[in-house]
Structures are given as C-alpha cells and as structure tokens.
C-alpha cells in the first residue's frame, strides 16, 4: 500500500515544557525522540519533542526567535483536534480532575460511545472517546464502520 497510516499530528506551542509535561505526566505519552533543527522554514531554530501514546505520536514544536499566530477561537474549517480512545469516560473524568484538568464539553452519550473535551496547555481542544461494549469499535480502535 502506498500510504500506510497517519505517522504524526504536529501541535505547535509557545509553552513547550508545559505542554510536554501535559502530554506526558497527565495523559501518559512517553518522550520517543527530541530533535532540534537550525533553520526552520521561518528563519529561526526550531525545538521538536515526538510523543507517543499507544503507536500515535504527536510532534511538539516550538520556534525560536519567532512569534507564530495563535489558534483560531472559534469554529473553523481545517483540521480540529485529536481523540484519545479511553477506557471508561468518568474514571478519566476523575483522573483528570485530580490534575486540574476539566472536561470543557459533555460527556455527550450516544447509543454507541460517550464523548467529551479537555483542553491541553495551549488551549487546543482534545476528544476523549469511551467506545461502549457491544460496539462495533469496542475491540478495536479507528473511526465507526460504515
């Protein structure tokens, strides 16, 4: 097969400790790999951190020197945020809680699942998903068949 799967989401962030440590002391990534190049496509030196959760890997980057636009507030078109898969929504609801971390949307129950959002350090949003038993995602992950 040509293409074989999604290798990474990127996340740029001007708080890279803070956002790493988000990823890994609360959501449990693991630190794969730690990168640093000179000259970036902007000029100035670039710092990427990949993280791993479960064989996803999220690219943390920040840039030296250079101011970068933040996030659009609202709704817009393009890509919106990343889903974790969790085991049991009000056990992680729970968990997070006791990290400070507040479920900003839902849970949302549907027949299927429940779905609810957290927001990282930055401000992006993050989907947590409970695929409920007898579901035809309960045994594995990827998105509902069609």
Known sequence: MLFKRIDHVEIVTDQPERTERFYTDV???TVKLRDRIERSGLGVPIDLVYLDL???????????????DPAPPKEHLGYRMIALEVDDMQKA??????????IVWGPRVRETYSRA?????????IELRHWFPGSDQASHSGPPSR
């Open 27 to 29: 959501l449990g990534f």
């Open 93 to 102: 609801a729970d968990y997070l809680k006791t990290k400070g971390v507040d």
């Open 54 to 68: 479960g064989g996803t890997v999220v690219e943390l980057i920040s840039y030296e020197g250079a101011s970068v």
């Open 117 to 125: 959002e957290i927001r990282d350090p930055n401000g992006y949003h």
